[in-house]
């Protein structure tokens, strides 16, 4: 397996039912008994405008640094660097408040634990079939483009094989879903 894959695999292994097993506990708080996905809306609920509110004043910090550089290169470098920066902030807290969001779309507050996991299995094989066709998108694109290039023509190939492996190990993990639904007698309609 390759070892770039390990550690995100771990994590997703491991926090999805860590997830599942925290939203059922009650924390005390000040505000009384609340569960751990209560809290956490609650501290998400101000962590979004307080990094925008940051982003928006690195964002005059870098332009203030870029406007009375005086034509310093390095003031102008760190500049430049803090409006990317901050940017790339702004940017990677928004993307995080849409997940939230089109997560909260996919999984209801009224549901149970225990119907979170074939909606998510249903949500992933959906991702993955996505994936699988940008792949072989990309393959072709590469395939079109090499104009005889064998780098290229390799590297489609590559695409290529990827996508097809991951395709089936999509599919062949919805096969034992529903194989193992079928012994434990649930039923897990593909």
Do not use: C, H
Not at 9 to 34: D, E, R
Not at 45 to 58: D, I, K
Not at 79 to 93: D, Q, S
Not at 136 to 156: C, D, H, S, W
């Amino acid at each position: 397996m390759n070892k770039k894959l390990i550690f995100p695999s771990l994590i997703l292994t491991t926090l999805i039912p860590t997830g599942i097993i925290l939203a059922q506990i009650q924390f005390k708080s000040p505000w009384g008994s609340v569960t751990f996905d209560e809290m956490l809306t609650r501290v998400l609920s101000w962590v979004w405008p307080f990094s925008l509110a940051v982003g928006v004043l690195m964002l005059i910090i870098g332009s203030y640094y870029l406007v009375l550089s005086g034509g310093d290169p390095q003031k102008a470098a760190t500049g430049r660097k803090v409006i990317t920066y901050a940017l790339v902030g702004v940017a990677i807290v928004t993307v995080a408040k849409g997940i939230v969001v089109i997560l909260e779309t996919i999984f209801p507050s009224d549901i149970e634990a225990v119907a979170v996991i074939p909606a998510m299995i249903e949500w992933a094989f959906g991702f993955l079939l996505v994936i699988v066709v940008l792949m072989l998108i990309m393959a072709a694109y590469l395939f079109v483009t090499a104009v005889g290039n064998p780098e290229k023509i390799t590297m489609a190939k590559r695409w290529i094989t990827y996508a097809l492996i991951g395709l089936a190990i999509a599919v062949t993990s919805r096969g034992l879903i529903a194989l193992v639904g079928k012994m434990v007698g649930q039923d897990t309609t593909i």
